[in-house]
């Protein structure tokens, strides 16, 4: 694997009604599900979900229970 670095853009993240504005980077994390048989046969392959975390530039911590980041909504964008 090789480590992404993403362009940041201008946000301002909520976390207790206190906004926070600055440049920041969205993660995207998607979620499946995978489940095979003993024989090896492959019952079930398919992505079940995703989550976007949005963090301001320069943090190194990730967590959104700990306050270092906030959960967003994806929007797509035409290039």
């Keep these: ?3 992404i670095f993403p362009r940041a853009e201008p946000a ?3 976390r207790g009604a206190a906004p926070t504005a600055g ?3 969205s993660e ?3 979620y499946s599900t995978y489940l095979r048989a003993h024989s090896g046969r492959v019952l079930l392959n398919r992505a079940t ?3 976007v975390r949005t963090k301001l530039l320069g943090t ?3 967590g959104v229970n700990a306050g ?3 959960l967003s909504s994806p929007i797509a964008v035409r290039g």
């Design 28 to 30: 995207l994390g998607v």
């Design 68 to 70: 270092f980041a906030v």
């Design 60 to 62: 190194d911590e990730g």
């Design 23 to 25: 440049p920041a980077v």
């Design 1 to 3: 694997m090789q480590r």
């Design 12 to 14: 301002v993240l909520v």
């Design 49 to 51: 979900g995703h989550l």
